[in-house]
């Protein structure tokens, strides 16, 4: 059974950083693992994803430049290092998963198709 969960969130003012935590278990090598968030009212979106079995990783262009998603194999944990942070990026940020390829960043998109979540993170950014 596939088990995520998150830390690392916060509230920090805009310009700042914050690097999220998700630990992962029950999963296969070859995973589609990323971040996803929600801000009140919106629809949750993609973030970044990457391919465990690659070094394929995606991102929203919203993030591209000032966020970093990486893995450590060895602690099954997946970082997202989020630098010069803006009060837009304020969210619940979720760890997600799915086996297989990452398909070239559809999923980045398509975040449905992702079938573990965890409960998330919270991230507030103050302006």
């Known amino acids: 059974q596939v088990q995520l969960v998150e830390s690392g969130g916060g509230s920090v003012q805009a310009g700042g950083s914050l690097r999220l935590s998700c630990v992962a278990s029950g999963y296969t090598y070859s995973t589609c693992i990323g971040w996803f968030r929600q801000a009140p009212g919106k629809e949750r979106e993609g973030v970044a994803i990457?391919?465990?079995?690659?070094?394929?990783?995606f991102y929203a262009d919203s993030v591209k430049g000032r966020f970093t998603i990486s893995q450590d194999n060895a602690k099954n944990t997946l970082y997202l290092q989020m630098d010069s942070l803006k009060p837009e990026d304020t969210a619940m940020y979720y760890c997600?998963?799915?086996?297989?390829?990452?398909?070239?960043?559809?999923?980045?998109?398509?975040?449905?198709?992702?079938?573990?979540w965890g409960k998330g993170t919270l991230v507030t950014i103050s302006s």
């Open positions: 997600a998963l799915r086996a297989g390829s990452c398909s070239g960043g559809y999923f980045l998109r398509y975040y449905h198709a992702m079938n573990s």
């Open positions: 990457l391919y465990t079995s690659g070094a394929s990783t």
